[in-house]
């Protein structure tokens, strides 16, 4: 079961890993010198997370954690807001060995139930290619706009909440777990 927690500072290290990892970065930079693939690393990590707070002065990011040998380890990230009507996810990254294994699905669940217990509906955006977009349709979102290489999705959480009378989570999935 995941658990979330806020980031601060001292992830930023982790950011950088991660975001090297999911650039494909680490695999295909024989030759080129580590020194300056770190600065490059930070300055994107920076710069998309300067991004997301200008774009989304509200919103949350959280480092997904999960046991390993009894200890919690950082192994992914997560970026959301709450809108007027919607809980928008801007950004969910996890490393590679940590993917295909439910642990997306695990934390979109508790996204979701987050969602549901507001009254509001779960959006974001996902290029057209991204494996990710089969677990969405498997959770239910639907796409409302096409502007290609990306779809938004829409996932209406009002009926969850009609099944489960009116309860804080999504009917199956875990309560929305948070260290703070």
């Given at each position: 079961?995941?658990?979330?927690?806020?980031?601060?500072?001292a992830d930023r290290e982790f950011f950088q890993?991660?975001?090297?990892?999911?650039?494909?970065?680490?695999?295909?930079?024989?030759?080129?010198?580590?020194?300056?693939?770190?600065?490059?690393?930070?300055?994107?990590?920076?710069?998309?997370?300067?991004?997301?707070?200008?774009?989304?002065?509200?919103?949350?990011?959280?480092?997904?954690?999960?046991?390993?040998?009894?200890?919690?380890?950082?192994?992914?990230?997560?970026?959301?807001?709450?809108?007027?009507?919607?809980?928008?996810?801007?950004?969910?990254?996890?490393?590679?060995?940590?993917?295909?294994?439910?642990?997306?699905?695990?934390?979109?669940?508790?996204?979701?139930?987050?969602?549901?217990?507001?009254?509001?509906?779960?959006?974001?955006?996902?290029?057209?290619?991204?494996?990710?977009?089969?677990?969405?349709?498997?959770?239910?979102f639907r796409c409302v706009e096409h502007k290609?290489?990306?779809?938004?999705?829409?996932?209406?959480?009002?009926?969850?909440?009609?099944?489960?009378?009116?309860?804080?989570?999504?009917?199956?999935?875990?309560?929305?777990?948070?260290?703070?």
């Amino acid at each position: 079961m995941p658990v979330w927690r806020e980031a601060d500072e001292a992830d930023r290290e982790f950011f950088q890993q991660l975001d090297a990892w999911l650039c494909g970065w680490l695999h295909a930079t024989e030759g080129l010198d580590v020194g300056q693939l770190l600065a490059l690393v930070d300055m994107q990590s920076r710069a998309r997370e300067q991004a997301y707070r200008s774009a989304w002065p509200q919103a949350r990011c959280l480092v997904v954690e999960q046991e390993e040998a009894g200890t919690p380890q950082p192994v992914g990230r997560i970026w959301y807001c709450h809108t007027a009507n919607a809980l928008h996810l801007i950004d969910i990254s996890l490393l590679p060995k940590h993917q295909r294994r439910g642990l997306g699905g695990a934390c979109m669940e508790q996204l979701i139930g987050e969602a549901a217990a507001a009254g509001l509906a779960v959006t974001l955006h996902v290029a057209e290619d991204n494996p990710a977009h089969r677990l969405y349709s498997r959770l239910g979102f639907r796409c409302v706009e096409h502007k290609p290489p990306y779809l938004q999705l829409r996932l209406d959480t009002s009926p969850m909440l009609e099944r489960t009378g009116a309860e804080s989570r999504v009917p199956g999935a875990p309560a929305l777990h948070s260290k703070e």
